[in-house]
């Protein structure tokens, strides 16, 4: 038993039901029942129509007992030593004066 999948509404359509209509260009809709089918040659956008499944996947109705969000890992920030330079040293010189580091890079030039 093959179940199928309305076109417009999304509802399952079950064996024996529903109708199929190929169009011109070859593709085949299938629809639930009249109201689907006529909905969709007004060219009815099924997100606006609130019975159907893709509004309420879009709004997200009913989903929420189903589905948790899935939390994102923050990353923490772990400060370390360099090459050649020890972490106490680069903090040493993160906290000297500016004036003593502006100096210190005139008698180096």
Request: proline share 3%.
């Amino acid at each position: 038993m093959k179940l199928e999948i309305c076109n417009y509404s999304g509802y399952k359509i079950y064996p024996g039901h529903g109708k199929r209509v190929v169009k011109v260009d070859g593709k085949v809709h299938i629809y639930l029942n009249s109201k689907c089918q006529r909905s969709a040659d007004m060219r009815r956008n099924p997100r606006r129509v609130t019975w159907t499944v893709y509004y309420r996947r879009k709004h997200k109705k009913g989903a929420s007992e189903q589905e948790v969000k899935k939390r994102t890992r923050r990353n923490i920030k772990f400060q370390r030593a360099i090459t050649g330079v020890t972490w106490n040293e680069i903090l040493a010189k993160r906290n000297q004066q500016p004036e003593f580091r502006k100096a210190q890079r005139q008698d180096a030039n």
